[in-house]
């Protein structure tokens, strides 16, 4: 039966039938072997035709889904190169999302409703996804503005990795008082009176934040399941089927890791997740990699759910951080003894890695490293590893990093940040932050990716509009043509490129016979729709290993039923997730010429039912008693 009314395709497949079928749409299949087609098949999760409809015919029966895309773009499925998707989904439905609001005032407003249902003892948590820069008001909430939209239920907003505002009760909530000391890196600001006003600041370090973020109550039970699919089922509505897990601060293994491999075991994963292991504890690193070396190795597990190496944090001191409003941070003397044991021992057991570095100075001391231990051969000798973020690479770390097997992976952090970067570095260093052109030119892979959800927006076509306009969400351009990529390049980073840094690019990130069935119908044409429309597009229907996670518009329905959102009061189950603002207002011309396409589709219509007989006759105009005159 198919799901849709489709025409032209007759059943007729008596052995081999697909399980699902779309055609009638424009496949970017991202295989230079075939760049486009028309329509495909599939068959237990994998293509097994990329062609037209006489191609697919033969593998259509009774029992085919034939889905048809009504002339809609196709492309492969996306795949963040670098997402905290294990830890946002532990969290999502506990966080009110200003994910794409476009005010301060409208994202008050939601927190004054949203503190009216918390009940007592939960927090208001605004936590990534946002920048006041993309604000009309291009400001923070005050403190006294939080205390009037909640003056008793706490409320804690996060502001990238610079700063959190908290309310009366929040500060309540989380101890802090006039005799509550500064944590090394960060600063509680306080009045005149010694007491904490309510702000927050990472100077530099955002531990301060997170800490005081962890505070805060978390979800329990089967809630985590829910949560965690819910939030799945939000990176589905944009695309995505694959995304790579940096891990993070406060994510333990294995206990954080609960979740998706419970959902893993369940076959209710609806995104692919490659995982890393972040050792925890300052001086327990190395023993840390150690256990885990023991336990398991990189590619353990499936398609659904695989270990893929080490990271983003090997030892504590080697990390540098990423607040521009504070200036580039000294790392301490003498890391690199401690982080050559760690590189050691993984390079030594097969295990990849992937290593957050924001400053060139960091990468330079990092390749000084590597650099001996090739000397003993253990570099480049096929495990993957690579550099995420490398805001400052220069053009002689690139070569290193080409000359030692490495990669990068880049995110579009300098979206939400950039107008702080520029203020500190000038235009010339926010010109080539990061340079992708020149780790594109090098022939190094460079994967994509948004390190959402405590920063960037999880939606990746706000990272894409990055890679191709070089413009910040506030509208602010700093990378020039030279530093940006066109759009099918763009594209690459977020499908093929993502594939090889788990070493799956050989069966995902493209559409071709064999490989994996992981694509999206999208809601407008992301090759030719104007430059700032690429940020609002989704998909409409979104197909992982063959499985419907994700349907919308005429596709509504078609995807798998999930549970309801819980607990009851939960943000997400009333305002959902990113806030999909109004696409960019039409000018007077194009304003015109869409109203008179609309009227000669109008008489195209008229001349459409005439001819059926259904108006009486050509000379005949619709009857309206107000011209009756």
């Known amino acids: ?225 829910t949560s965690t699919r819910h939030f799945l089922r939000e990176l589905n509505r944009f695309g995505l089927t694959s995304a790579i897990d940096a891990a993070g601060g406060f994510q333990n293994f294995p206990d954080n890791y609960a979740t998706v491999i419970e959902l893993a075991k369940a076959g209710q994963l609806s995104l692919r997740i490659a995982y890393h292991l972040f050792p925890q504890t300052v001086g327990q690193e190395v023993d840390d990699l150690a256990r885990w070396i023991e336990m398991a190795r990189p590619e353990d597990g499936d398609e659904w759910l695989r270990l893929n190496g080490a990271g983003e944090n090997l030892t504590w001191a080697a990390a540098d951080f990423e607040n521009f409003t504070q200036p580039r941070p000294d790392l301490a003397p003498g890391y690199e003894a401690e982080f050559e044991k760690a590189v050691r021992l993984l390079m030594e057991n097969g295990w990849g890695f992937r290593l957050h570095a924001t400053y060139d100075e960091t990468i330079r001391r990092d390749l000084a490293v590597f650099e001996k231990l090739a000397a003993e051969g253990l570099f480049p000798v096929g495990n993957r590893w690579l550099f995420d973020h490398a805001e400052t690479v220069s053009a002689d770390s690139l070569d290193r990093i080409a000359a030692l097997g490495g990669a990068m992976s880049v995110q579009n952090r300098l979206s939400f940040q950039g107008e702080a970067f520029l203020r500190r570095y000038g235009p010339g260093a926010a010109a080539d932050a990061p340079p992708i052109r020149a780790m594109l030119d090098r022939g190094l892979t460079v994967g994509a990716g948004t390190d959402a959800t405590r920063v960037s927006t999880y939606n990746p076509w706000v990272a894409l509009h990055w890679l191709v306009s070089g413009r910040t969400v506030g509208d602010l351009a700093l990378r020039p043509p030279a530093n940006r990529v066109d759009r099918q390049t763009a594209l690459a980073m977020f499908t093929r490129a993502g594939a090889a840094l788990t070493g799956e690019d050989d069966v995902k990130g493209v559409l071709r016979s064999g490989c994996y069935a992981d694509l999206a119908i999208l809601s407008q044409d992301y090759f030719t729709v104007p430059e700032p429309e690429i940020a609002h597009i989704e998909s409409l229907l979104t197909v992982t290993g063959g499985r419907i996670v994700y349907a919308a518009a005429e596709y509504e329905g078609l995807d798998e039923e999930l549970p309801v959102v819980s607990p009851a009061w939960s943000p997400v189950a009333h305002f959902g997730g990113y806030q999909a603002s109004r696409r960019t207002p039409l000018s007077g011309a194009g304003q015109a010429e869409s109203l008179g396409q609309a009227v000669a589709e109008s008489e195209q219509h008229r001349q459409w039912r005439i001819a059926r007989g259904l108006t009486p006759d050509a000379t005949s105009r619709p009857f309206d008693p107000c011209f009756d005159l």
């Open 1 to 225: 039966m198919s799901t849709m009314p489709v025409g032209g395709l007759v059943p007729q497949a008596t052995y081999d039938a697909a399980d699902l079928v779309v055609r009638n749409a424009k496949i970017h299949t991202g295989d230079p072997g075939r760049p486009q087609a028309s329509a495909l098949a599939v068959r237990d999760g994998v293509l097994t035709v990329v062609g037209d409809d006489k191609d697919v015919a033969p593998y259509v029966s009774s029992g085919t889904k034939v889905v048809d895309a009504l002339g809609r773009r196709v492309v492969p499925g996306l795949n963040d190169a670098h997402l905290h998707v294990i830890r946002g989904g532990l969290n999502y439905v506990l966080e009110l999302r200003w994910d794409g609001v476009r005010s301060l005032r409208q994202g008050l407003a939601m927190l004054r409703e949203q503190a009216a249902r918390t009940p007592k003892g939960q927090w208001v948590r605004v936590v990534g996804g946002w920048s006041a820069d993309q604000f009309a008001e291009r400001r923070l909430p005050t403190v006294a503005e939080l205390n009037a939209a909640a003056p008793d239920t706490p409320v804690f907003v996060l502001h990238l990795y610079q700063s959190a505002v908290l309310n009366r009760a929040a500060l309540k909530a989380a101890g802090f008082t006039k005799d509550t000391p500064d944590p090394k890196g960060g600063q509680i600001v306080r009045g005149r009176d010694g007491e904490p006003t309510g702000m927050l600041l990472a100077a530099p370090s955002a531990l301060i934040l997170y800490s005081t973020l962890a505070k805060a109550p978390v979800l329990e039970g089967d809630d985590k399941k």
